[in-house]
């Protein structure tokens, strides 16, 4: 297998009006509209929460004409499609948001791979779009809506290691799917311990058990905050080589993690901390308001001593 990382040029007008599937159960009977590569897309929503989440439904389809497979047409039935527009933890949407000039590669990405049950998508043109090809096409059709190159290999890449982790739709074979399972894992759980590594070394915090880094050892703070940089890119690259054909994508990731570790673990602890307040807000008003007047208290007592 081999993964197409050549450069893609921006053509907004691979992306048109796809037009309306048949539906013959509507009341009346709603007829097919054909696609037409003339016109814009439209992307008509309908929020939706018949899953128990937000989820959104599309009234109308997306028409892609693929550099490789044709014509794609999403969804396949408007009727039971539902999307999260793209797919991104809420901690990470200050740095990939759920909407923007990727939103239509993402929902046709998301018609590529749906429903659950039965993945394999077939073109216009009888071409087989399996998992790793429709990351694929998510790639290019984030080129042809504009999106800035470094957002579109991020998103690329996570995908694509939610792929591997998956293996679903894939066509791989177990061992395959297995080894690939196992090397994403493998990066993301040595990223983290050295990165807890890194952390405990950079602040001269010694604990039994943990060795300390050769490339930040007994050093200068600063010195040890760039040996922890660089080696938050050189070994991110390292594993990304077990990757095989998706070493772009476990680079990317890879390195993503190392660099961005610190900022994540900020990140889950102030959410942490935010649904923690919402819970009590909800359940205990008055604890809340006794906690909020303490550490307001707390504070004003600080700064009083610090700028006395």
């Known amino acids: 297998m081999r993964i197409d990382v050549s450069p893609v040029i921006q053509q907004a007008r691979r992306f048109y009006d796809g037009g309306v599937d048949a539906d013959p159960e509507a ?115 984030m080129a042809d809506a504009g999106t800035a190159l470094l957002r579109r290999w991020l998103v690329w890449s996570a995908v694509a290691t939610a792929t591997m982790l998956s293996g679903d739709g894939t066509g791989w074979s177990r061992p395959l799917a297995w080894r690939y399972r196992a090397t994403a894992a493998l990066t993301v759980l040595v990223v983290a311990l050295l990165g807890v590594c890194a952390t405990l070394d950079l602040f001269d915090l010694h604990v039994t058990g943990i060795p300390k880094l050769p490339w930040m050892g007994e050093r200068s703070w600063y010195a040890e905050l760039a040996g ?57 008003p008055a604890l809340l308001l006794v906690l909020v007047g303490a550490a307001t208290a707390a504070a004003v007592v600080v700064f009083v001593g610090l700028v006395s």
Request: proline share 9%; no cysteine.
């Open 228 to 284: 922890g940089l660089a080696g938050a890119v050189v070994i991110p690259l390292l594993l990304a080589l077990l990757w095989g054909p998706f070493r772009v994508a476990g680079a990317v990731v890879g390195v993503t993690l190392a660099v961005l570790l610190h900022v994540t673990v900020a990140l889950l602890a102030l959410t942490g901390l935010y649904r923690v307040l919402e819970w009590l807000a909800a359940k205990a």
């Open 27 to 141: 009341d009346p009977p709603r007829p097919a509209a054909p696609p037409d590569p003339g016109s814009d897309p439209k992307i008509v929503l309908l929020r939706v929460t018949d899953t128990g989440r937000e989820q959104f439904a599309m009234e109308r389809r997306i028409g892609y004409r693929d550099r490789h497979l044709g014509e794609l047409l999403v969804p396949r039935v408007t009727g039971t499609f539902r999307s999260d527009l793209t797919s991104v933890p809420a901690l990470f949407t200050w740095l990939v948001p759920k909407t923007g000039q990727h939103l239509p590669a993402t929902l046709l990405h998301d018609g590529l791979v749906h429903p659950p049950g039965d993945v394999t998508y077939v073109s216009t043109d009888g071409h087989v779009v399996l998992r790793a090809e429709a990351d694929r096409v998510l790639r290019d059709a």
